[in-house]
């Protein structure tokens, strides 16, 4: 996870996929450590690594960071009255690096709340496994007789404690949620987010696609405290896309998002040690199928 020499800006921080850069000199008091603190603007560069099973993968996807990035900006774009982190260039004093201007977003730095706002729309992934053995999903009881991949009587809200880098998240019950935000903020980002997902389930269905589930980031605005939408935002990477076609014909696999890799790094790999590299087809077939996505949410 190199980072980049970008001209006018000091790397801060990297996660399994995105990076973050403040405006240069931004410096500790020692003088030499980039600092999120205390930066009207920063910059968050999508890279083409890919992350399952919470390990970042060999080799990338290739354009991938570029993807999900034009689809966040659209996804924004659609979700009107909805705040969001995003900052106009043309009202900033600062620039988007040319290098990484396909990719790059500038934003306003928020307090971030510790919760992963997962809605589910639909019966699929460890929702399933759950629901088979115990008739739930995160604790939450559904009607008998459901079946892999049905469509759920009304989407559910299941937070998640959101871990430090290398390590798990943990669903959370929404009672939890509360004692970690407090009762306002936990149903706002409740209410969010499932408000979000209508929305935007609608749309996606309207381009012949199913959004099954997705998760969200939300943090405060750090002037007036507003909950605002930040990170990504309904992605190949953070959601799970299907084909409306191949949906009503039966077929609950055609995915448009990372399943491709998880299923092949679940048929070859048992999750001790470092995973092994990604087959030059599985990345291939990947990339296909994120452009493949955007192509049909946005047209272009």
């Not at 030499?32 to 970042?56: E, I, M």
């Not at 960071?65 to 969001?84: E, K, M, Y």
């Not at 937070?159 to 019950?173: F, M």
């Not at 990504?232 to 491709?260: C, H, M």
Request: contains cysteine; glycine residues 8%.
């Amino acid at each position: 996870m190199s980072a980049l020499d970008l001209p006018g800006w000091s790397h801060a921080y990297s996660g399994k996929v995105r990076d973050l850069y403040v405006p240069a000199p931004v410096v500790d008091s020692v003088g030499d450590v980039a600092t999120l603190d205390d930066t009207s603007h920063l910059l968050v560069v999508a890279s083409d690594r890919v992350s399952a099973y919470d390990h970042v993968l060999e080799p990338g996807i290739p354009g991938k960071g570029a993807l999900l990035t034009q689809l966040s900006l659209w996804w924004f774009a659609q979700l009107d009255g909805v705040p969001n982190h995003l900052v106009a260039p043309t009202t900033a004093p600062v620039t988007l690096p040319e290098q990484v201007r396909d990719r790059a977003m500038l934003v306003a730095p928020l307090d971030m709340y510790p919760v992963e706002c997962v809605v589910r729309g639909y019966l699929v992934g460890s929702g399933w496994a759950e629901y088979r053995e115990h008739g739930t999903v995160c604790g939450i009881a559904l009607p008998a007789g459901l079946q892999s991949g049905d469509r759920l009587p009304e989407p559910i809200y299941t937070p998640a404690y959101k871990a430090p880098l290398g390590e798990h998240d943990e669903n959370i019950s929404y009672e939890r949620t509360v004692e970690l935000v407090g009762p306002e903020v936990a149903a706002a980002l409740r209410d969010t987010s499932l408000e979000i997902y209508r929305r935007a389930a609608v749309v996606a269905e309207a381009r012949g696609v199913v959004l099954a589930d997705t998760k969200f980031e939300f943090g405060a605005d750090r002037s007036t405290g507003a909950l605002t939408l930040g990170d990504e935002v309904l992605t190949s990477d953070s959601s799970r896309y299907w084909d409306a076609e191949a949906y009503s014909s039966g077929d609950r696999t055609a995915s448009f998002d990372k399943q491709i890799v998880r299923d092949w790094l679940s048929a070859n790999w048992d999750g001790e040690g470092t995973p092994p590299e990604l087959p030059a087809e599985i990345v291939e077939r990947t990339a296909a199928r994120y452009r493949e996505l955007i192509e049909r949410l946005t047209g272009r």
